[in-house]
C-alpha cells in the first residue's frame, strides 16, 4: 500500500505492508506525473512505520524512484520508521540512489512527536536528535 500527498512543505508519502515490486512501479509512475507539477525546491516526509522490508526486485524500483524525487527538486526527506531491518534497507537503499546525505530517519517508536521533528528537518535543516 502506498499514498502520495501533496502538503505545504512537498510531499507526504506513506508505504505499508508487504509492497511488491509492481505496486512499487506503479508508485513510481505516479510519482513521475506528480513531480512533473511541483515547485522548486521542495520536501518529502515519508511514513513507513508499516512497511515490512522489500523483496530484492522492489528494491531496484525504491531506489531510481528516490534518484527521481531527489533529480526532480527535493531539498530533504525525513523517513519515519519502527523497523530495524527496514531502517537498515533503507539507508542501504538511500546510500545507492545517492539522497543518503539530504535524508534523515526518526524511529517513531522512540519520537513521539516525529512529526514536528520530521517538518522541522524537511523545512529547516534542523536535524532530529539521535
Do not use: H
Amino acid at each position: 500500500m502506498y499514498k502520495i500527498e501533496k502538503t505545504d512543505l512537498g510531499f507526504q508519502l506513506t508505504f505499508g505492508g508487504d509492497m511488491t515490486e509492481a505496486e512499487l512501479q506503479t508508485w513510481y509512475e505516479e510519482s513521475a506525473g506528480v513531480l512533473a507539477e511541483m515547485q522548486l525546491p521542495f520536501g518529502v516526509i515519508i511514513d513507513m512505520r508499516t512497511l515490512a522490508p522489500l523483496p530484492i526486485e522492489a528494491q531496484t524500483v525504491m531506489v531510481k524512484g528516490q534518484a527521481m524525487y531527489r533529480s526532480c527538486g527535493m531539498q530533504r526527506s525525513c523517513v519515519i520508521l519502527e523497523d530495524a531491518i527496514t531502517t537498515i534497507q533503507f539507508m542501504r537503499l538511500a546510500r545507492q540512489s545517492g539522497i543518503f546525505k539530504y535524508e534523515r530517519y526518526i524511529n517513531a517508536s522512540v519520537q513521539k512527536d516525529w512529526r514536528q521533528v520530521a517538518r522541522s528537518w524537511v523545512r529547516d535543516a534542523v536535524a532530529p536528535p539521535q
